[in-house]
Nanobody, 121 residues
């Protein structure tokens, strides 16, 4: 069964932090490649961070140094730690997964329903 459930979004002031969680089914988690995307109102979906079975995590230049992607294999869970948040980080954040590593391209087959992150200036 494919399952991706995001949580941890909310309202935070500029400069603050939030930690997003993506809880996956074992099947989905074992696909091996996952990423976080976001979509701001009126804008296209943007890849934020990704990690595959091999290689280091990758980050969009807009979040590098502020966001950290990590995972817990025992819990089939991925995390996105977001620090020094800016108003331009506002959007719906999605957890995605696939057996193919698409990096930060929005071609992943499986998407969660998203969690809203709002950063007030």
């Amino acid at each position: 069964e494919v399952q991706l459930v995001e949580s941890g979004g909310g309202l935070v002031q500029s400069g603050g932090s939030l930690n997003l969680t993506c809880s996956a089914s074992q099947y989905t988690y074992n696909l091996g490649c996952m990423a976080w995307f976001r979509q701001a109102p009126g804008k296209e979906r943007e890849g934020v961070a990704g990690v595959a079975q091999r290689g280091p995590p990758i980050y969009a230049s807009s979040v590098k140094g502020r966001f950290t992607i990590s995972k817990d294999n025992a819990k089939f869970t991925h995390y996105l730690e977001m620090n020094d948040l800016k108003s331009e980080d506002t959007g719906v954040y999605y957890c995605v997964a696939d057996v193919i590593d698409y990096g930060l391209a929005p071609d992943y087959a499986y998407w969660g329903q998203g969690t809203q992150v709002t950063v007030s200036s």
